[in-house]
């Protein structure tokens, strides 16, 4: 899987949008992008996923750059329990049975 | 949406014993479970992948001999971490990926293994 390059951490206040980047220049045409979350102590969940559109769904929108070489990650309202990591995936179409590889991901501290 | 249990969430066991942890998915059926360690302040790493009834692959530095992945049917994996030493204390995380829904990974809770 194509690599992504993510901010170690970064804050946000209580009730503010929040919009975490990533790149992945090396993209491939077939590779979609992947977002999940970790929550302290748990394992990882599902956020988003897109290929060219920007998408939108009831946890958070994904905006993805018109050359697709990178992507930005949008909690319209940071909430407390939004404080977790975030990780940025990329997955080819045709090797998306493999396991999720994780790289760091960025660690949001939400302050209230 | 599709449920991965884990059991149990923690536990504290004495260096060389042995401790089995379950993976279950809970309204789906799973024919590929995978398994993922995790030291603090670390990311996940993938241990291994099994599919129901075959042998599991683990990946590149994992001893097979020390940790026995089962994947007897299309809802329970197990792993067992045999003779535990401290360095084997971390968090244990599994996945699921089914058959009807597409490739999409499903994770369980996690299991913090504690070795004393």
């Known amino acids: 899987d194509a690599k992504t390059t993510q901010p170690n951490s970064m804050e946000s206040n209580e009730e503010e949008p929040v919009h975490l980047p990533c790149n992945h220049s090396?993209?491939?045409?077939?590779?979609?992008i992947h977002w999940y979350r970790q929550l302290p102590s748990q394992g990882p969940e599902y956020v988003i996923h897109g290929l060219t559109s920007n998408v939108n769904n009831r946890m958070a929108s994904l905006a993805i750059a018109e050359d697709r070489k990178s992507s930005t990650l949008i909690l319209h309202r940071a909430t407390l329990r939004d404080a977790a990591v975030y990780y940025c995936?990329?997955?080819?179409?045709?090797?998306?049975?493999?396991?999720?590889?994780f790289g760091s991901g960025t660690r949001l501290q939400v302050q209230p | 949406g599709a449920v991965v249990s884990q059991h149990p969430s923690r536990v504290i066991c004495k260096s060389g014993t042995s401790v089995k942890i379950e993976c279950r998915s809970l309204d789906f059926q799973a024919t590929t479970m995978f398994w993922y360690r995790q030291f603090p302040k670390q990311s996940l790493m993938l241990m291994a992948t099994?599919?129901?009834?075959?042998?599991?692959?683990?990946e590149q530095g994992v001893e097979k001999d020390k940790f026995l992945i089962n994947h007897a049917s299309l809802t329970l994996s197990t792993l067992t971490v045999t003779s535990a030493h401290p360095e084997d204390s971390s968090f244990y995380i599994c996945?699921?990926?089914?058959?009807?829904?597409?490739?999409?990974?499903?994770f369980g809770p996690g299991t913090r293994l504690t070795v004393l």
């Open positions: 996945s699921a990926r089914g058959t009807s829904r597409s490739n999409e990974q499903f």
């Open positions: 090396t993209i491939s045409g077939t590779d979609y």
């Open positions: 099994s599919n129901e009834g075959s042998k599991a692959t683990y």
């Open positions: 995936i990329l997955r080819d179409i045709d090797t998306g049975r493999r396991a999720l590889t």
